[in-house]
């Protein structure tokens, strides 16, 4: 994996497994996390949508703690759940080690092939998946995942 010279991540300890924000925003280790959340400028109308949606949907996200776009993602991530009122209980966050392991058999049943990876999930099934870098933003990638997904109904 390529590292830039300029790399903040090698600052943070990698989280293995299942974990919870608490973690990350408790932990000096992890001041990325605190200064991404605080950092990001999420659309209003996005946000709004995603939070009149948010008792019909599961998030679960998987990262490496390490990795400069997980990190960015992540926070960006963050601070929309926090805006859109999403409640802990409803956000599964995993983290993978370098080679892509969890070591949680939940986590390794959703076969990512990369991290970061954000799915939106609704009655236990796969509704989309943010894989990497959001298209557009975080907020307007999730909105997108899920207008698609009232269409259904």
Request: proline fraction near 1%; charge should be positive; avoid cysteine.
């Amino acid at each position: 994996m390529a590292q830039s010279s300029h790399n903040h991540a090698a600052q943070s300890k990698q989280l293995k497994g299942e974990f919870k924000m608490k973690q990350l925003l408790a932990d000096s280790a992890f001041t990325w996390f605190h200064n991404g959340v605080n950092r990001y400028d999420a659309n209003s109308t996005m946000v709004n949508y995603i939070k009149s949606n948010k008792d019909k949907i599961q998030l679960v996200a998987l990262v490496n703690t390490t990795d400069e776009a997980s990190q960015n993602l992540l926070g960006r991530f963050y601070k929309v759940m926090i805006l859109a009122s999403v409640p802990e209980e409803s956000i599964h966050m995993y983290g993978a080690d370098n080679s892509g392991n969890t070591g949680n058999d939940v986590a390794d049943g959703y076969k990512i092939k990369r991290v970061p990876t954000i799915l939106v999930m609704r009655d236990g099934k796969e509704e989309g998946r943010i894989s990497g870098n959001s298209k557009e933003s975080v907020e307007q990638d999730l909105a997108q995942i899920i207008m698609k997904m009232n269409k259904k109904d």
